[in-house]
């Protein structure tokens, strides 16, 4: 495997790591910690606290997406076509998701926050505002499950993707 390959894995390696981390420990902590104080706001401040965490790693996972689509061509040669396209469309959607995550759901999320003057938890169930936010935590959970699900998948193309023109091991 090649040496830019290797860094550009890592990259993606990371970014996946923190968006697992993100998922499975920043969020749920952040809701039962301060849920645990019965406080009448708990919701609201768990949320901006999960807001700004994850504002980061959608923008991160932009990122970190469009700089390996930039370097894709300097390893072209280390892929078959199938695994090539395979490796770029899935950087595509890694970056799409993470794009749309940020500046188009929460960005709506965001809104309604603030039109609601962090008044969610007390809004009934039925209220429009309420309902539309819970709908766009759907679309905000799986966004990042699919920018997670193809930076996993891209990885193992990267890993496994490689064409076989040689048996001599590379450093």
Known sequence: MYKLDRLRISLLAAWLGIALYFS?????????????????NAAELAGTIVSRSLSVVNK?????????LITAPAVRHAYGRASFVLHCALLAIVALASGVGEWVI?????????AMQGQID????????????AALHGYSVTALSVAMIGALIVILVMIFGHERRDTTPTT
């Open 60 to 68: 991160s996972g932009l990122i970190v997406g469009l700089l390996l």
């Open 122 to 133: 007390q809004a009934p169930l039925t209220d429009p505002d309420r309902v539309a936010f």
């Open 106 to 114: 929460a960005a709506k999320m965001r809104a309604l926050r603030a």
């Open 24 to 40: 499975a420990v920043v969020a749920p902590s952040a809701f039962g910690v301060l849920r645990s104080f019965n406080l009448a």
